[in-house]
């Protein structure tokens, strides 16, 4: 036992003696036992104290009048305990300053001892807490060799491991010094100092408060200490801030980094403790398998997912209104998107469709115009004037495509598209039966005579178109499209679209209208080889032909594209077969009408001169 260990307890001893405030009329008194790190001293000495008289008997007084009023002990949990075992059965006060295993819990504490070391979960969190606050993740445990350093590794490596601190060793120091064992014995009433020191609190210069908890363990605030060699060797003593207890099992934690002294062979800066690099924003930790978890490989987050801080554990998922940055490290909105009339594709369509607009009403001029003659009113002038203005609404269906889509807009663009054009498609397949009736109807004795005439053609569009009619009625009621928006497809946009509320419906109008095409296609491809007199069949074939072949490329066309792009196949394809049956069937015509107008005759139309020209 070092002298200069009990000096600061005989100092209080008499500091406390002297002032009479403190304990009016009582004097401290004490006896220094040394136990030697054995149970049987440890006995003896505990029974001594028990004892009045110069023999170990308990209880029994001769002589002396003094009383037992505390203990006071610094040994270890195991040995602490047994001096409990006793003291207990005597109610005499244990006040314990050694190393607290608290793999004993609080309940089965005996309840007149008081232990004064700290709980180990408070300065236990600190230092977590000050690794974590450092980033020090891969670290050594070192403690005295002895029992106490074995309790305390084994105390402490849960606690941070469970932290996501990894102990890369833990070593044992050869212990220099024997350990010292203090027994204080004061002599008064114990009864008097049991009840005072389960509501005890003490203040001095140097700390702001001391107390004993409900369990009789010492609460205390801890500083956190810089060791600073000065230059002239000597060791300094700086506070860099604290380790506060707080009322709930949290504690607060500050430092003052700025504060803080770094050795020089860190450079003077915060020196580095892991296992590898740390992961940068925009990765995510992956524990390497059969490594410590603070072993660690960093993978790039994912398309729509980010990390915002460092050595994160996952990367989180962006809103759906939001995407990653091209370094993963932050969510940002994305943009609006939609086929609209000031981009070049917007504009583009646009010119087309007034461009082809303008085609076809001029063309329906010339046929206006030039209504009486042989090449217009043949092969029924009204089904002309039908199929010109069916094809002018289409081009003009195409801006029911274009813009930002409205509530209206949906519900018009498809049903619209679908009946207009189920209408032009009807009226060339009236033309081409029209065609085939006008051929049989020109053999003796024919009585394909009675169907010659406006009605056929009429009832043909009329029945045809009417069934397309009841097809997008039927759809609008059942299930009709409306305005949306697709976050999904396009990783950096928000596409503005309209649902077409039934795929079912939508296909159903498009299989219809393909239906029309092929039943014309077919009825004029057989009756491409009828005399010259009837030759607008073989102009019907090669309009059908290009129409089909533009709206079979669209199925794929438009399944394999995303956004507006699926906007723009559609309103190209529609421009694309409304212009080959405007080409192939009246172009020709208005050759003959304008540039040849000699052909313009009865003569021609009937086929009477070799010379004529095929239209």
Known sequence: MKFSDTLPFLFATEEINKQLKILPNITLGYNIYENYFTARFTYDAVVDLLSGGQKHVPNYSCGGHNNLLAVLEGTDSETSNQISTILSIHKIPQISYGFVNHVLKDETQPPFLYRTPPKQDAYFMGIVKMLLHFKWTWIGLLAPGNDKGKRFLRALTPVVIRSGICVAFTESIPELSPGIKLRFLAYS?????HPFLRNFQFFNSSMKGVY???????????????????????????NVRSIERQSSPEIKFTIDQDAIVWPRWSNKTVPHSWCNERCRPGYAKVIKKGKPPCCYDCAPCVEGTVSTQEDASHCQKCPED?????????????????LSYEEPLGIILNTLTLVFSFITSLVLGIFI?????????????????????SLLLSFFSSYLFIGEPQKVTCLLRQTVFSIIFSVAVSSVLAKTVTVVVAFMASRPGSRMR??????????IV??????????????LGISPPFPDSDMHSQTEEIILQCNEGSVAMFYAALGYMGFL???????AFLARKLPGAFNEAKLITFSMLVFCSVWVSFVPSYLSTKGKYMVAVQVFSILASSLGLLGCIFFSKCYIIILRPHLNTKEQLMGKHQDGICF
């Not at 009433?189 to 100092?193: A, D, H, K």
């Not at 091209?326 to 939609?338: L, M, Y």
Request: hydrophobic share 45%; with cysteine; aromatic share 12%.
């Open 322 to 338: 939001q995407h990653s940055n091209k370094i993963r490290g932050q969510c940002v909105p994305k943009h609006v998107t939609f």
């Open 462 to 475: 009329f029945s045809c178109s009417s069934i397309q009619v009841g097809i997008c009625t039927l759809w």
């Open 517 to 523: 095409a092929t039943v014309c296609f077919t009825v």
């Open 450 to 459: 009675k169907w010659l005439g406006k009605s056929l053609a009429n009832a």
């Open 212 to 238: 004993f908890d409900e369990n009789g363990n010492m609460a205390v605030n801890f500083d956190i200490v810089n060791w600073v060699e000065a230059p002239n060797r000597s060791i300094l003593r700086v």
């Open 369 to 389: 115009k030039y209504f009486e003659t042989p090449v217009v009113k043949a092969n029924n002038r009204d089904l002309s004037y039908v199929l010109l203005i």
């Open 189 to 193: 009433l114990f009864y008097q100092l």
